[in-house]
T-cell receptor, first 115, second 113 residues
Framework: EPEVTQTPSHQVTQMGQEVILRCVPI?????FYWYRQILGQKVEFLVS????????KSEIFDDQFSVERPDGSNFTLKIRSTKLEDSAMYFC?????????????FGEGSRLTVL | KQEVTQIPAALSVPEGENLVLNCSFT??????LQWFRQDPGKGLTSLLL?????REQTSGRLNASLDKSSGRSTLYIAASQPGDSATYLC????????????FGGGTRLMVKP
């Protein structure tokens, strides 16, 4: 069964460093998302991406964050200068136009620890 | 702004019991509602999706209902098993919220053998 894959599964970084989280969405999907979950808190929306541009973003998604689809398969989230409060599980998700149900499929997540 | 609440936050039941998890949302103008399962430290597995025009969806021992007018959904799990132990999340997609999902805080379920 097709699935969303994310790498790395866990990354530890020093405050102020740049981090890139990678995702390979399901191949025929057209909408891509990043969500995050701080330990013990709700899953929160960060950004949605469609047709090679951001379609929506939350207040969390400030200038320190950026997304990119550098080729036909990868979808990346970059955090320019990490802060302690960026420590969280980051989930990539995708959905397809063809299904027309709006069902989102999530990856296993990338755990980011900022020291 | 849409708010999603799940009650109870945690639930412990003996194996074999039927149980109901509750989800409520403040804005009834939703496009769909999705139930997910999350195992500790893992990703979100989609269980059931209910469109706004539907009343319920079933998959195996799971049945999800939707009452849009009252802003409520329930997830019914029949004949619970220890393997059902996980956190269950509901999330709604609003009609006017673009493509984003708004999540509840989850119900942490423990099924004891």
């Amino acid at each position: 069964e097709p699935e969303v894959t994310q790498t790395p599964s866990h990354q530890v970084t020093q405050m102020g460093q740049e981090v890139i989280l990678r995702c390979v969405p399901i191949s025929n999907h057209l909408y891509f998302y990043w969500y995050r979950q701080i330990l013990g808190q709700k899953v929160e929306f960060l950004v949605s991406f469609y047709n090679n541009e951001i379609s929506e973003k939350s207040e969390i998604f400030d200038d320190q964050f950026s997304v990119e689809r550098p080729d036909g398969s990868n979808f990346t989230l970059k955090i320019r200068s990490t802060k302690l409060e960026d420590s969280a599980m980051y989930f990539c998700a995708s959905t397809g136009l063809a299904t027309n149900t709006g069902e989102l499929f999530f990856g296993e997540g990338s755990r980011l620890t900022v020291l | 702004k849409q708010e999603v609440t799940q009650i109870p936050a945690a639930l412990s039941v003996p194996e074999g019991e039927n149980l109901v998890l509750n989800c409520s949302f403040t804005d009834s103008a939703i496009y769909n509602l999705q139930w997910f399962r999350q195992d500790p430290g893992k990703g979100l597995t989609s269980l059931l999706l209910i469109q706004s025009s539907q009343r319920e969806q079933t998959s195996g021992r799971l049945n999800a209902s939707l009452d849009k007018s009252s802003g409520r959904s329930t997830l019914y799990i029949a004949a619970s098993q220890p393997g059902d132990s996980a956190t269950y999340l509901c999330a709604v997609k609003g009609n006017n919220a673009g493509n984003m999902l708004t999540f509840g805080g989850g119900t942490r379920l423990m099924v004891k053998p």
